[in-house]
T-cell receptor, first 112, second 114 residues
């Protein structure tokens, strides 16, 4: 098992550009989440999904879109990047809400 | 709204000593889960220990144990026999039972000194 994989590892965007952060897991996990980590603020939940076709907003959803067309993949889309979206992004998954979350290695995004 | 507070931004401990990291939370819910995560310099998030609020017994995982005080809404992590590999950021997290929304604290940076 590869676990939770995220691509790319690093990305630099210009303000206004769009991009998709990829997240995939091969553990047949139903639950997946996206977090952002900023200095001094811990991890904050952006969006989460409890199964294919089902997504919901977390604490900081503005500026981000998600979809879950398959169990394995949960991409995060930035429609028009802003400097405030400079952060490290983590994807996580779990078998169910009562099971351990497994985190991906993170994507460091810089928006200039 | 639920909140998680870690009031110690940084701590240090001598190798082989014991250290306690503090965490307090605020919620009106009765059923919830509490977690401690470790983030070493590699950036990988690793679950250290979890506690179900309905369990009175404090969780233990090898050298890691918690002191869960439900009435005080306190959830501290004790690391015994500290090792250099324990050097990391430690995050306290909360989740209401029945939801998948995790709330994380701001973290405590722990440095274990040789």
């Amino acid at each position: 098992n590869a676990g939770v994989t995220q691509t790319p590892k690093f990305q630099v965007l210009k303000t206004g550009q769009s991009m998709t952060l990829q997240c995939a897991q091969d553990m047949n996990h139903e639950y997946m989440s996206w977090y952002r980590q900023d200095p001094g603020m811990g991890l904050r939940l952006i969006h989460y999904s409890v199964g294919a076709g089902i997504t919901d907003q977390g604490e900081v959803p503005n500026g981000y879109n998600v979809s879950r067309s398959t169990t394995e993949d949960f991409p995060l889309r930035l429609l028009s990047a802003a400097p405030s979206q400079t952060s490290v992004y983590f994807c996580a998954s779990s078998y169910s809400k009562d099971y351990e979350q497994y985190f991906g290695p993170g994507t460091r995004l810089t928006v200039t | 709204a639920q909140t998680v507070t870690q009031s110690q931004p940084e701590m240090s401990v001598q190798e082989a000593e014991t250290v306690t990291l503090s965490c307090t939370y605020d919620t009106s819910e009765n059923n919830y889960y509490l977690f401690w995560y470790k983030q070493p310099p590699s950036r990988q998030m690793i679950l250290v220990i979890r506690q179900e609020a309905y369990k009175q017994q404090n969780a233990t995982e090898n050298r890691f144990s918690v002191n869960f005080q439900k009435a005080a809404k306190s959830f501290s992590l004790k690391i015994s026999d500290s090792q250099l590999g324990d050097t990391a950021m430690y995050f306290c997290a909360f989740r209401t039972s029945g939801t998948y929304k995790y709330i994380f604290g701001t973290g405590t940076r722990l440095k274990v000194l040789a």
